[in-house]
């Protein structure tokens, strides 16, 4: 017989609506969590829920992860329904920033840095503090960064910008929410097949070509599975660590 490694934990995954996330969504259900799928886009979480063995058990929640109230009514929508706040936490929502930086719009940067850097600041602050307001100690967070955050990919400076935040934010905040008994962790994707990037696409084909030792791009799941570890006690001993799950990917 195989254990669940999440049995019985609540778990809020943003950008649950659609590629990583969905992916995350469906093998931490595997793994015995209940699962808040959260996304700016109502129909995605809808669709994500009734992809799920037993929607009924799981709740889809409306969030936009780089507005604090949203956050916020997030967590309460939660605590409402299970009588506790999550205590596992996958950021995975994100958005692209492709163009030169020389004409890349000011509104642009700011909405990118707002979405992957800002929501997951918000998501990790409401998360512990829910958490220790219930007196809860046992989390874990995985924080969905990319490889272009420590390599910097060309013409992606905004979106590299922010993704290298969030693997600098990972360590720092790693180090100060173990003391609540919460590991926080950050997984560092290459090219993934997703509503974000498209085998379809000729400059993802070619960097496959090129640079992708492995030789094809990799599949949400992949990311879903080192998300679940990371989250399970597993990796008990994994604190603010920058995992790398890329095929050998060179940016
Ligand atoms: N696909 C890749 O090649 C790749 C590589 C490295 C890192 N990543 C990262 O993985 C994460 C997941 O991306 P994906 O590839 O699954 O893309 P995706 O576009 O399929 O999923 C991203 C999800 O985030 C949601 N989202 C966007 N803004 C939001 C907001 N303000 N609040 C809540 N939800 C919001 C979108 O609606 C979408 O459902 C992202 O952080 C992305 O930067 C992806």
Redesign the pocket.
């Known amino acids: 017989m195989t254990t669940q490694s999440l049995q019985g934990r609540i778990a809020l995954v943003?950008?649950?609506?659609?590629?990583?996330?969905r992916a995350t969504c469906q093998v931490l259900e595997r793994e015995g969590a209940t699962v808040a799928v959260?996304?700016?886009?109502e129909s995605?979480v809808r669709e994500t829920v009734n992809l799920l063995k037993d929607p009924s058990k799981h709740l889809a929640v409306l969030?936009?992860?780089?507005n604090s109230e949203s956050v916020e009514s997030t967590i309460s929508a939660i605590v409402d329904k299970y009588k506790s706040p999550p205590t596992l936490l996958v950021n995975?929502?994100?958005?692209?920033g492709i163009g030169p930086m020389k004409s890349f719009k000011e509104e642009a940067f700011s909405r990118c840095i707002d979405?992957?850097l800002k929501?997951t600041f918000l998501m990790c602050k409401a998360v512990a503090n829910a958490m220790a307001k219930h007196k809860l100690n046992h989390g874990s967070f995985v924080n969905?960064?990319?490889?272009?955050g420590i390599m910097g990919l060309k013409d992606n400076s905004c979106?590299s910008g922010s993704?290298g935040g969030v693997i600098a934010f990972t360590k720092a905040a790693s180090k100060e929410l173990i003391t609540d008994g919460i590991r926080v962790n950050s997984i560092?994707?290459?090219?993934?097949?997703?509503?974000?990037?498209s085998a379809d696409n000729e400059i993802v084909q070619q960097a496959i070509r090129e640079r992708t030792p492995i030789g094809r791009i990799?599949q949400?799941e992949e990311?879903a599975e080192v998300a679940a570890f990371l989250l399970s006690d597993k990796s008990s001993y994994m604190v603010g660590s920058s995992v790398e799950v890329t095929g050998g990917y060179i940016c």
């Open positions: 943003t950008g649950g609506g659609s590629g990583i996330g959260c996304d700016i886009k995605a969030t936009d992860v780089s995975s929502a994100g958005v692209t979405v992957n929501g969905i960064a990319s490889i272009t979106y993704k560092l994707p290459g090219p993934i097949e997703s509503g974000m990037v990799g949400p990311v």
